[in-house]
């Protein structure tokens, strides 16, 4: 979960970086293979920490099911609200990991129930 999350991270830094790469005037090509590592990266590492949060809550005890998939929504809604996310801007790239936070909370919360109903 930490790789995944630190992968997506690296990818998020790297495009709120493109900005310099193009004042650097950079052939286009460097900062097309760029942009397409910011994306593969933020959304490679968000599926693989997706899939290993998944993974974790079937091993995981209820309660920290529970706070986790509570955190997770707790920081998108964060992020969402306080972000100022501008389409134009470097903050795009959040556009990405925005439904990730929302899809990983509602499977982490999906495995909660299901162990509660399983009792």
């Known amino acids: 979960m ?40 933020t ?3 968000s599926l693989a920490a997706l899939v290993a949060s998944v993974v974790w809550a079937r091993k995981a005890l209820a309660g920290r099911v529970l706070a986790a998939a509570i955190f997770v929504g707790a920081a998108g809604l964060l ?12 903050s795009a790239i959040l556009l990405f990991v925005l439904p990730f936070s929302v899809v990983d909370s509602a499977l982490l919360l999906c495995i909660f129930v299901s162990r509660q109903a399983s009792r």
């Open 43 to 45: 959304v490679g590492g």
């Open 2 to 41: 930490l790789a995944g999350s630190s992968v997506a991270a690296a990818g998020v830094v790297l495009y709120t970086q493109l900005g310099a790469l193009v004042n650097l005037r950079l052939s286009p090509a460097v900062v097309d293979t760029a942009v397409m590592t910011s994306f593969g990266a």
């Open 79 to 90: 992020v969402a609200t306080l972000g100022n996310i501008n389409v134009h801007g470097p």
